[in-house]
């Protein structure tokens, strides 16, 4: 089954929906024609069917070639349209026995080709132009049965006489043949347009991810913040707001370096990611700078301490591997929600708290 996962792997590997399109009527083409042209050597309706059926496949082939070894798609996609619709479908058209065959069915296949694979302008001038084609030949196909024993028919092998048994094999292999097409190629379409979209809406989603989250510790951004402090109904009483401050960062900085720094960044970040139940009506965020932001929902006060202090604690004893002796630690202060009118309230006072634990010696939690 490796032929199937390479045709899966050239219709998907594509960039654009419209490259996907035309790989997969280019391979369901191929195979058509290699029907085609065995059921018509078996009817044995004349070497110009023969040749007719033939060229669609010399012209698929050049098509391949033209896409995918010159990389020229957009011309390879124009070429097959028109050299199909103004080429090869009139030519079995004519040879084939005309409207008394099943070269109609092929005229709307050759139809329903062109939406998928070409696009805007061009799309629209060729189906104008391939649908003109077709009632042309209709029109000449009409004529000529008027006269089906005319010198210009008879001479040029065209529009042969068909029994009825022919008749009958020609229209249901017709048939049968471009409605697998059809079939086929609808079905590969619409899985890698799925895919497509697929693909697409997970890009959505992760760019919204990143718009809602900081770059360097991976938790919420300040504009997060705010959108969920306004859509959080933190007066309920279950609700504890706490600002967090790493402790002389800015040394930390200067001695270490800004990488350095980053690391600690992002090891707090980590920290309050794994403590913090976000989805739960909990929140972690990066407030600026080295300021943090901790929303967390207790019934209790005791409990709300007790898991900022846990965050504290386990941010206090990690063991920095460039530095391993080093102990750094960071300051909060934390206020019940319930007890201010606005989330500006609330954020100004664990600001003012912040700053007390900081004057109390750092490394500690003011409530």
């Known amino acids: ?30 195979a058509i024609v290699a029907v085609s042209e065995i059921v018509t050597m078996i009817e044995n309706i004349g070497l110009i069917a023969n040749l007719g059926t033939a060229m669609g496949g010399i012209l698929l082939l050049i098509v391949v070639y033209e896409a995918y070894v010159r990389k020229r798609p957009d011309r390879a996609r124009i070429l097959i349209c028109y050299a199909f619709n103004c080429i090869v479908i009139p030519i079995a058209f004519f040879s084939c026995g ?39 030949c209709i029109s000449i196909a009409y004529f000529l049965r008027q006269n089906p024993y005319g010198f210009i028919a008879g001479k040029l092998g065209l529009m042969p006489e068909l029994n009825l048994k022919d008749r009958y094999i020609d229209i249901v292999s017709s048939l049968l043949i471009i409605s697998v097409y059809i079939i086929v190629t609808t079905a590969l379409i619409m899985d890698a347009y799925q895919k497509e979209r697929t693909k697409r809406e997970e890009l959505l989603e992760k760019l919204d991810d990143l718009s809602k989250r900081d770059e360097l510790t991976g938790l919420y951004n300040r504009r997060e913040l705010f959108h969920f402090l306004e859509e959080t109904p933190l007066t309920d009483g279950c609700h504890y707001l706490c600002m967090i401050d790493i402790d002389h960062f800015k040394n930390v900085n200067d001695t270490y370096g800004h990488v350095f720094g980053d690391l600690v960044l992002r090891t707090l970040g980590r920290i309050c990611n794994e403590k913090i139940r976000v989805g739960e009506s909990e929140l972690a965020a990066r407030y600026g700078g080295e300021e943090f932001l901790i929303v967390v929902k207790a019934e209790q006060k005791e409990q709300a301490i007790e898991r900022i202090n846990r965050v504290r604690e386990e941010f206090e004893k990690n063991v920095w591997e460039s530095q391993p002796e080093l102990v750094i630690t960071f300051s909060a202060g ?28 750092r490394n500690c939690l003011e409530v």
């Open 1 to 30: 089954m490796g032929w199937l996962k390479k045709i899966d792997h050239e219709i998907n590997d594509n960039k654009t929906l419209e490259d996907r399109f035309f790989s997969v009527v280019v391979i369901v083409g191929l």
């Open 334 to 361: 934390m206020v019940d929600c319930a007890a201010f009118q606005t989330y500006t309230e609330a954020i100004s006072q664990a600001d003012k708290l912040l700053y007390k634990a900081k004057e109390n010696g």
């Open 98 to 136: 005309g409207f008394d065959s099943g070269m109609p069915l092929y005229m709307l296949a050759g139809i329903f080709t062109i939406i998928p694979v070409l696009k805007e302008m061009h799309r629209f001038i060729c189906l104008l132009v391939s649908f003109t084609v077709d009632i042309i």
